[in-house]
């Protein structure tokens, strides 16, 4: 039988990096798939993907900084495939590695509405459901910027940091319910998070001045498999915690 067999997973941020991969990932080991992100074509080509190989996985545009669209998207999954399994908060936007005193209000709200207040919204609607069934899995995309100072500027380091919170906070409020709350923090990922970035040259330096003891950049097949290991019952006594993916890195 096949890991997530039958399950329902609901993943934002899935039509491109670490999200694409833990869909095709989760969509290979039986699990009906729902890939949200903003673009109906690039949502498309994956749904398409898994559907080639055959898996089971359906679209949902969703915008995670919108609370009506991540209502939208809860309730479809439900309406679909009657469950909600796993939920993985994936999507995410960087900060240019802007220090504090050049953020303006609208850097700091933006990244703040998609990396913290979109897995808020999703964990709310989804924790009832979960509870109702008895069961369920959520996995929060933190990253080393969650652990550490400076491997980005400060909203997106600020924002991972509250998402290792968030998850520390679920997991043991719901451990005894049959709920799991776990977050990935990777590493340096090849993924396309940061194709239009215009760092600020001052912060990018600060932050990238301890790079060069990075052992390798990951793939986003890496995370999809870690992705898989907490999704799936090989983790069951895994709860409230953080799983570092870095190859390393921060145990120099």
């Given at each position: 039988?096949k890991?997530?067999e039958?399950?329902?997973a ?10 694409k991969?833990i869909?095709?990932?989760?969509a ?17 080509e994956?749904?398409q993907m ?13 915008d995670?900084?919108?609370?009506a669209?991540?209502n ?6 439900v ?14 936007v ?6 504090v005193?050049?953020v303006s ?7 703040m ?5 979109g ?9 009832p ?5 008895g ?26 940091h509250a ?5 520390k ?6 451990s ?38 990075m052992?390798?950049?990951?793939e986003a ?5 870690t992705?898989?290991?907490l ?8 709860n ?13």
């Amino acid at each position: 039988m096949k890991k997530l067999e039958n399950k329902t997973a609901i993943l934002t941020g899935a039509a491109s990096g670490m999200g694409k991969a833990i869909a095709l990932v989760f969509a290979q080991e039986g699990a009906n798939v729902i890939v949200a992100d903003l673009k109906q074509n690039e949502i498309d080509e994956v749904v398409q993907m898994i559907s080639a190989a055959g898996g089971k996985a359906t679209g949902v545009v969703c915008d995670v900084a919108n609370e009506a669209e991540v209502n939208a998207l809860i309730a479809a999954a439900v309406k679909i495939y009657n469950s909600v399994d796993v939920l993985v908060n994936n999507a995410g936007v960087m900060d240019d590695f802007v220090p504090v005193d050049k953020v303006s209000n609208d850097l700091w709200n933006r990244v703040m509405s998609v990396n913290v207040n979109g897995p808020f919204y999703a964990c709310r609607l989804a924790i009832p459901i979960m509870l109702k069934q008895g069961s369920g899995v959520i996995i929060n995309i933190s990253s080393v910027g969650g652990l550490y100072g400076t491997r980005a500027g400060v909203s997106y380091t600020a924002s991972k940091h509250a998402i290792v919170g968030l998850t520390k906070n679920i997991g043991f409020t719901y451990s005894q319910k049959g709920i799991r709350c776990n977050a990935i923090a990777p590493g340096g990922v090849n993924t396309n998070i940061g194709k239009n970035m215009k760092p600020d040259q001052f912060g990018y330096e600060r932050c990238t001045s301890g790079a060069g003891s990075m052992p390798r950049m990951g793939e986003a097949d890496e995370i999809a498999r870690t992705a898989l290991f907490l999704a799936c019952a090989d983790s069951s006594f895994l709860n409230g915690t953080v799983v570092t993916a870095d190859g390393g890195w921060t145990a120099y």
